[in-house]
């Protein structure tokens, strides 16, 4: 097969919702369709629980919740997925976000009970501003949810997207009877006992509807049919592809109820991997030469070895097992000596891999997130966010016998992106900054579970964090004066915590030579 056609069978992305939506439900259903596992797990699961696929480490295993982006891949109907399950929980977001830079398209998912929620509204942001193409699911059919048409307009207004359903349900709740594509004129009816689908051929007047369904439903259906085959505009492909307009499709992921006809979709309207801008040029997928950047890094995931892994984003051409790259940054030569697919945690060697692909390589402490490897072009690719902290606290150690192992792990775990390390200008104390307070459990927990490291976090009240930059002999007249708050990051910037508005507004007025930033310039 030649590399165009392989490239056209990669579809890669992103399942992106609020807490709670369904999203690792519906996750493992799609492994199932794809036949890398033959049993689903249950998020909630009590006794002899099987855990679910997608959330392998220990504390999402514990508290039900993803806090990590798991990379997945998987065949189905002739074309091979990267799909990235990604954190619904906003104290992990940039996680998310990170995410959202290495696909080609995304999946949002809507709970049909709750409607548009705050994190899926900060989610699709990221994804507008991408202009990423997004397919929506509105989830949960088989409860006593929210009017359709209501939802439909809610999540036009809200989230500022054309809907078109592909999909309309009939009846909810207790009463769901089941979906009608209004492509094909297709009945897909809804039997939660026994566990199957029956498809049945019929067009909207036909009688048997009525039959199955009741002259009320149908009657109630009729009119939603009406309003979104006369009143809402027609699916465009290009509005799509522009993320301008989302197929919506509905279903309940717990009884696996609509999720083939979603996956469908991906296979036959998502795009097969795009042209990604650098910052000299805009890259093509079907160019000979290989080239990627890392979108996440991620330690640990075998903790029996210490492992640290790179996954990358493939964005042109082709490798092979064993070739030698160019680590843009470094300028140095690597050799992709064992690269890997994944299901989460599991991986497996590969041989070949094609733009599109999602692979993790062995890091040994020399990759950043934003990375990029090429054949040779010295180029870097657009568009990794970095996120300031919002929260800050200081790291105690209870054992100073373990000094070595947190500062091991306070260095590996800053590298995963999640957590910003710090070094105090008043104190030999190490400072670790964060997006959201739950970090801060994660972190105690990975700390002491795979480094051995016990540590206490004492917050720190902070208003806003800002990095300086300008002339160096003002930076360092304003670290003297602002000791106590001044800091410096990994990269040795100088950033400040200023505890209130009135501080920061006072130095902003004092040293109008330096600039404050709110991101890290780095």
Known sequence: MSLASEISLRRTFAIVSHPDAGKTTLTEKFLWYGKVIREAGHVRAKANRSYTVSDWMKIEQQRGISVSSSVLNFPFEGCYFNLVDTPGHQDFCEDTYRALTAVDAALVLIDSVNGVERQTIKLMDVCRMRKTPIITFINKMDLDGRDILELLDEIESVLQIQTCPFTLPIGYGKSFKGVYCIADNTFHMFNKEEGKQEILQLNVDDPKLVELCGEEYIKEFKGRYDVVTQAMEPFDKEKYL?????????????????????????????????????????????????????????????????????????????????????????????????????????????????????????????????????????????????????????????????????????????????????????????????????????????????YGAEVHLDKIPVFCARWLSGDNKKQEEFAKEYKGDCMHDKHGNLVCLFPNEYRLNLAVKNYSELEFSAVNAQ
């Open 242 to 450: 522009a993320g301008k307009q989302s197929p919506v499709f509905f279903g309940s992921a717990v009884n696996n109820f609509g999720v083939r006809q979603l996956l469908n979709a991906f296979a036959n309207i998502s795009p097969p991997p795009m042209p990604r801008e650098s910052d000299i040029r805009l890259v093509q997928p079907e160019e000979n030469k290989f080239s990627a950047f890392v979108f996440k890094i991620q330690a640990n995931m075998d903790p029996k070895h210490r492992d640290r892994t790179a996954f990358l984003r493939i964005c042109s051409g082709s490798f092979e097992r064993g070739n030698k790259v160019l680590h843009c940054r470094t300028g140095r030569e690597i050799r992709l000596a064992a690269p890997t697919s994944f299901l989460a945690q599991d991986k497996e060697v590969i041989d070949k891999a094609y733009a599109g692909d999602i692979v993790g390589i062995n890091d040994p402490g020399l990759f950043n997130i934003g990375d990029t490897f090429t054949e040779g072009e010295k180029f870097k690719f657009a568009g990794i966010p970095d996120f300031a902290p919002e929260f800050f606290a200081r790291v105690t150690l209870l054992n100073p016998l373990k000094s070595k192992q947190m500062g091991k792990g306070l260095t590996q775990l800053s590298e995963e992106g999640a957590t910003q390390l710090f070094s105090a200008l008043s104190s030999a104390l190490p400072v670790i900054g964060v997006v959201g307070e739950l970090q801060f459990d994660v972190l105690k927990h990975r700390l002491e579970n795979e």
